[in-house]
């Protein structure tokens, strides 16, 4: 493999399995892990190598105390320091199918103005993750590149958690009710990102503000079944005033509310099943002058989803296990976009002002439906194999789509080979349309290609190996639109760097080396290496992605010399990612008079240098008469490092010459941040 792509980071985990399939040792074959690239963040540490607890995540050093920002060191990731939306394996985000108690959540992200800053869920309460960067099995569908399932604590006893922090302040209370048979759990949070911005000497013209609340309460209606009710409700504001420049006035809100049953007929019959409502709204207007012409925006959008899904799974003694389910939405949209801005360009030997207007009043609706069927099989003790076949249909698109998986696990003595074939498709959703860029219609889905092995080996007591190859196919590619020099513009659809790409097919390969190591309860270290390539066919020459990540380097460790005090530290290192140049040149007009004109050149022709940070934090806790106290102190980007997202450009003309000086349009500098939380 020539100069392999992009990616991933750190190490740990592997796999618990769904609540609902759980069982005593054991091992039954329902709990066999027989999907690669999966990894996990529990409560304690399960019998399964290199499993990373909440308790050990919640100690490493980490920005805004956000849940994906934490979990994109794991390996596979990559993410910049603005946004939450971490890539997987090359994939950007919105081909991760993101899940919580059995919901499906889109574009689960505060302030989207700046591509989500943050996420939407509580890392307080939640238990469990599983994340799966590529081969998952058949139960999942409609996403590319891969899956994250988020279940949230269910405790025996009342608790109650606060937190304050310099980005923020929020709290949670679980509760019990009926003998134990009922509980209950609510969740608040209100950020203030701009007071930290201030603190770091950003920009203070921007005033973001997020606040997000969810609640469930579970009832054990009888042994092995458990009805329970949820909502998460989220929202946030964003204003920005600087003179010269157009004002934004923001919002987005998202609201789900779902029920769950989860259900046991001893020991060979199990379900799931979901009924859920989503709603998600969008709303940006933008007023005042770009580049000295007059600029308006209004940017209003809305989804609502109706869904239900529910999953089967029958033991057929011990070797067998077949699992079936369905799933059904049921949605409607609106688009309501205004644009109105001018703009100068040369043609024919003059400089005309150009008027552009785009307008767009759409409501498309439809259905959505589809259903899975996979056998996992124990031919002979070393092996277990899940062949699966899901099926996929959206009206709205007159498209339907089958989509054949297999999954295996060998054990091989102490050794554990896993690996994974399959077809993954990913349909429009009904509020992808980029109706700023002119786009009115739905297009077919897209289909990845999945190949990943992976080997497993403890190589000492305490210290586990897992090596895992990887190449993901992807062809059916939808158009796009992106801005090649400036992904984080307020108004990136009114922005001269912004270009329509259409690749033919693409491809992602890699190899990942992952080391975790805990050397008694005091010394936790986790180390990974990843040699990867992401790229596509665009006008015949293969082009990198946007966060082509050649060579990746991870390392954490976390020390602990008794149960007050933890001090972690982590470093990271990636190869620079690819970015756009932009070419100046002098347009001679017709009454000879030169005007400076800028053009974007071949996407993603220049590399940025490379990235590398080290991260420290410490924590103390505190034994209260009611309770723990933890008090942290962050120190983000320890090092001060400067490291570039893209260029800006200073350009100045003298007579016919030229001068392009490039200045770094850097990342975030040195932070520190500090926050405590009350647990009793």
């Known amino acids: 493999m020539r100069s392999p792509s992009r990616l991933a980071l750190f190490a740990l985990a592997v796999v618990a399995h769904a609540p609902a399939f759980a069982a005593e040792p054991p091992v039954s074959l329902a709990q066999v892990v027989v999907t690669p690239s999966k990894f996990g963040v529990a409560e304690e540490r399960t019998n399964v190598g290199a499993t990373l607890t909440s308790a050990e995540l919640e100690t490493l050093p980490q920005v805004g105390d956000d849940l994906f920002r934490s979990i994109a060191r794991l390996p596979g990731l990559a993410a910049d320091d603005f946004s939450a939306r971490f890539w997987v394996r090359g994939a950007p985000n919105g081909q991760l199918l993101a899940r919580l108690d059995g919901v499906d959540l889109l574009e689960p992200f505060h302030l989207k103005d700046v591509d989500g800053a943050l996420s939407v869920v509580d890392p307080q309460t939640i238990s469990r993750l599983d994340l799966t960067t590529g081969g998952f099995t058949a139960e999942f569908g409609n996403h590319l590149a891969g899956v994250l399932v988020m279940e949230t604590k269910s405790l025996s006893t009342a608790h109650t958690a606060l937190g304050l922090s310099l980005t923020g302040i929020g709290g949670s209370k679980h509760g019990v009710f009926a003998n134990n048979q009922g509980r209950w759990l609510a969740s608040v949070r209100r950020g203030y990102p701009d007071v930290a911005l201030r603190a770091a000497g950003r920009d203070d013209d921007v005033t973001p503000r997020y606040y997000d609340a969810s609640a469930q309460v579970g009832y054990q209606v009888a042994p092995g079944h458990t009805l329970s009710l949820h909502a998460l409700h989220a929202g946030d504001t964003l204003t920005y005033q600087r003179t010269n420049n157009p004002s934004l006035e923001s919002s987005y809100d998202s609201d789900y ?3 769950r049953w989860l259900g046991r007929f001893g020991s060979e019959l199990k379900s799931e099943a979901v009924l859920s409502y989503s709603r998600l709204g969008w709303n940006r207007r933008g007023f005042g002058l770009l580049d000295a012409f007059p600029f308006s925006l209004r940017d209003r959008r809305r989804l609502t989803i109706l869904g239900a899904r529910n999953d089967w799974s029958v033991a057929l003694g011990p070797r067998a296990l077949v699992r079936a389910g369905f799933e059904a939405k049921s949605g409607d949209s609106r688009y309501d976009y205004t644009l109105s801005r001018q703009h100068t360009v040369v043609s024919a030997g003059r400089q005309i002002t150009v008027t552009e207007t785009v307008n767009a009043a759409l409501q498309p609706a439809g259905d959505s439906f589809g259903a899975f069927v996979s056998a996992r099989l124990q031919p002979f003790a070393a092996l277990v194999v899940e062949p699966g076949l899901r099926f996929d249909r959206q009206d709205f698109t007159s498209d339907s789509q089958g989509s054949p998986r297999l999954n295996a696990v060998l054990t091989l003595g102490r050794a554990t080979v896993r690996a994974a074939w399959g077809a993954y498709r990913q349909p429009q959703g009904l509020h992808e349309l980029a109706v700023a ?17 992976g080997v497993e080996y403890p190589l000492a007591r305490g210290v586990n ?3 895992e190859a990887y190449q993901r196919l992807t062809s059916r590619l939808r158009p796009r639109w992106e801005n090649l020099d400036n992904g984080y513009d307020l108004f990136p659809e009114a922005q001269s760097d912004r270009a329509r790409l259409t690749p033919s097919s693409a491809r992602a390969r890699g190899i990942e080396f992952l080391l975790a190591g805990r050397t008694g309860p005091r010394l936790t270290w986790n180390a990974s290496y990843a040699l990867a390539r992401t790229e596509e066919l665009l006008a015949g020459r293969w082009t990198p ?28 290192f990636h190869t620079g990612w690819p970015a756009t140049d932009i070419v100046y040149s002098l347009a001679t007009l017709t009454n000879g008079r030169r005007v400076l004109v800028s053009a974007n050149t071949v996407p993603y022709n220049l590399r940025l240098p490379d990235y ?11 034994k209260l008469s009611r309770g723990d106290l933890r008090v942290f102190l962050d120190v983000f980007n320890a090092y001060d490092r400067t490291n570039y997202v893209s260029y800006d450009h200073r350009v100045t003309v003298t007579g016919t010459q030229i001068t392009d000086v490039r200045k770094p349009r850097d990342q975030l500098p040195l932070l520190p941040s500090a926050g405590v939380s009350w647990e009793f």
């Open 465 to 467: 190996l897992r090596v």
């Open 437 to 453: 860029d002119g786009d009115t219609t739905f297009r077919r889905a897209e289909l990845a290609e999945h190949r990943v092995l």
């Open 612 to 622: 590398h940070r080290l991260d420290l934090r410490a924590t103390r806790r505190f």
């Open 257 to 259: 509310v779902w029920g």
């Open 545 to 572: 992605r946007a966060r082509d990540q050649r060579h990746t380097f991870y390392a954490d460790v976390t020390y602990a010399p008794n149960p007050r005090w933890q001090f972690s530290a982590s470093w990271q």
